[in-house]
């Protein structure tokens, strides 16, 4: 949480002209070079830092930077303003933390109750897309696959079809949903696992698609087993 607060804050102190674009997008004219800096500083800003934050006041950010960068008195110290960020993202991580377990649980109650799909003890949900028959890969096996992960709304976050190519690991070395999973299949075999969170990334989720608390689905094709 920290760091966030410290990337904002340095970029804050870096902005010269923002508090010049407060304008309407039509009205604004980049005539200059320093106009584009500005406009493209602007852009990077709302990109990279912004848009973590959620909704924000536009006014009051702009305010913000325009005292701090020319030395004016602030309504806060900066340490002051670490601390409203952290407590922000500690706000935000927490109201989603909370949506995403309970949309996971739905979700996963409502597809147990599917034709098809089975529940294992640890509570991975699976369901054959293609059955196969033949060995099975033991969790210190090296296994190569092609798969698909989606969130519950559908959002891919990852797919070796879309990189054209299957990825090969070791069976051990991956979600615990994964290890356990691929483990019932036969190459050739084609399954879809719905995995908990307990399963997946835990509580802190994975990279910026896959949040805390996120149950996944993954269709998955096993195509080979090294031993």
């Known amino acids: 949480m920290?760091?966030?607060?410290?990337?904002l804050s340095a970029l804050l102190l870096a902005l010269t002209a923002c508090e010049k674009k407060e304008s309407?997008?039509?009205e604004v004219n980049l005539a200059t070079d320093e106009d584009r800096f500005s406009y493209a500083l602007?852009?990077?800003v709302g990109e990279r830092v912004l848009k973590q934050y959620g909704e924000v006041d536009y006014q009051l950010l702009l305010a913000g930077m325009r005292a701090q960068h020319q030395d004016q008195a602030t309504?806060?110290?900066l340490?002051?303003?670490g601390d409203s960020l952290n407590a922000h993202s500690e706000k935000q991580f927490a109201e989603q933390s909370a949506g995403n377990r309970k949309r996971g649980e739905d979700y996963l109650k409502?597809?147990?109750e599917k034709d098809g799909v089975q529940v294992t003890e640890s509570g991975l949900q699976y369901s054959v897309l293609t059955p196969a028959d033949g060995p099975k890969p033991k969790a210190t096996d090296e296994v190569t696959v092609h798969y698909r992960g989606t969130l519950i709304d559908g959002t891919e976050f990852d797919s070796s079809y879309s990189r054209g190519a299957p990825t090969s690991?070791?069976?051990n070395q991956v979600i615990p949903g994964w290890t356990e999973g691929l483990q019932l299949m036969s190459i050739g075999?084609?399954?879809q696992f719905v995995i908990p969170y307990s399963l997946g990334y835990g509580e802190r989720g994975a990279g910026g698609q896959i949040g805390p608390f996120e149950t996944l689905i993954f269709e998955v094709e096993l195509i080979d087993i090294k031993s």
């Open 79 to 81: 340490e002051e303003a």
């Open 24 to 26: 309407a997008p039509a």
């Open 110 to 112: 409502s597809n147990s």
């Open 189 to 191: 075999a084609k399954y």
């Open 2 to 7: 920290k760091s966030k607060a410290l990337v």
């Open 42 to 44: 602007g852009m990077l």
């Open 75 to 77: 309504l806060l110290t």
């Open 169 to 171: 690991f070791t069976l």
